[in-house]
């Protein structure tokens, strides 16, 4: 593998005669000297290339070079005569791998993120995005780590599905018929035995129900991938394809699902500050001020803890402030989590117990008969960042709910069948995984910290 520009930066200067790949950030150009900065997205800062003109006859090549040029050069490292690195290469050979006209839309200067948006396919070579994206690997990383070491197995869940797990309806159709002249049943609907997979199919909303199937063999299993939902939220942390990491286990109740969703937390988090230093740093400078203490103190502080009966309480006081005001039985919307979390807690908050009405139908019903074992873990700034619950394990009343529901049992059928055989407690949760990499990195907007977002009328690239 060749060194990247990260490795580079982090020598001794020295006689050895390296080689550089990238592309031109900056241009510098003086009489006796030209300051290439190359950037190979490895890091936030590039590398300085230092040309001495006396030296470098080659002055076409060198008018080439644009902001955006494809290079590669060596040279040896010397120590910086500038204050914003340590060292920098004195350029012997350069070459264009390609060149980039005066028109490419990423010039040295300020872009608006919503710009940057526009251009999604370009905007990994901005630092903020290429450090997004960084950061978002390495806590994919992180997810994979903290779960493998607990032994959890890795369970990939189909994409492609019959039945909607959150019962909402919120789902994608997957069909091969032909729009133009869809088949029709005799009872006047659309007849699904002629589509692809001969009943009707949608993308999943969420691998849970599969990842239940396989805890209830394994154990301790999670799920990372892609879900995707066509709820019409125009919101700044809502997408219509999303990623979500969904643990589920076995012999589990409410109480540890809370416990290992704060651990995880928590993990993450850290590993985050650890392993990437300088993009924290940069968020921390340009992108919301405190971030990184902000972070430390959800590491060191443990979450509290608040039934949704006692939140709504708390509420209720303040029900003048909402554009929404809470009475029991609301949904807890955006600011109502915000008033929790900064206000009431002033820090991470798992609220649990909800309203069997507000929420899906697999949870685990309470005594009381009115409220499930439901929890959401709301931070600070974003609101709900995971949702879980225990599951109903119990046949007869997990087929009373889905169809006290009016949800379809056919429908549902395999997954009632796990409560026939061996069925036990089990628990599980979902991360927002864009969230989450939202939460780490201080970035506003979710469509900015996943490559290439989805969302109501926009699917572009
Ligand atoms: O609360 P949700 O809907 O829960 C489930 O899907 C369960 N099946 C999870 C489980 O128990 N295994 O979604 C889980 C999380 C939310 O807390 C939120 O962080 C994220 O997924 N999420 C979204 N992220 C981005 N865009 C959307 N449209 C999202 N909807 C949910
Ligand atoms: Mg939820």
Known sequence: ????????????????????EGWIRTK??????????????????????????ASFDNDNLLGEVTTGAAVRCTGRLVESQ???????????????VGTCPVDYPLQKKRHTIEFLREIAYLRPRTNLIGAVMRVRSTLAYAIHNFFQEKGFVYVNTPLITTSDCEGAGETFQVTTLDLGKVPMSKDGGVDYSKDFFGKKASLTVSGQLEGESYALALKDIYTFGPTFRAENSNTTRHLAEFWMVEPEMAFCDLDLDAQVAESFLKYIFQY??????????????????????????VIETPFARMTYTDAIKELEKVNDQFDFPVHWGSDIQTEHEKYLTEVVCKRPVIVTDYPKEIKAFYMKMNEDG??????????????????????????????????????????????????RFGSVPHSGFGLGFDRAVQYVTGVANIRDVIPFPRYVKSADF
Not at 1 to 18: A, N, T
Not at 389 to 415: C, F, M, T, V
């Open 1 to 20: 593998m060749k060194e990247r520009i990260k490795q580079i930066l982090s020598r001794q200067p020295g006689d050895e005669v390296i080689s550089v």
């Open 28 to 53: 510098r150009d003086s009489k006796n000297v030209c300051f290439l900065e190359i950037n190979d997205g490895s890091t936030v800062k590039g590398l300085q290339a230092v040309v001495d003109k």
């Open 82 to 96: 500038g204050q914003a690195q340590s060292v920098e290469l004195a350029l012997e050979t350069l070459e264009i």
């Open 272 to 297: 985050v500050l650890d392993k990437c230093p300088e993009e924290m740093a940069f968020f921390d400078s340009f992108v919301l001020k405190g971030n990184i203490d902000t972070l430390r103190h």
């Open 370 to 419: 009115r409220t499930v074992r439901g929890m959401d873990v709301l931070v600070p700034r974003l609101g709900e960042i995971i949702g879980g619950s225990e599951r109903e394990a119990d046949y007869d009343k997990l087929l009373g709910r889905i169809n006290e529901l009016g949800l379809d049992p056919d429908d549902y059928w395999w997954y009632l069948e796990t409560r």
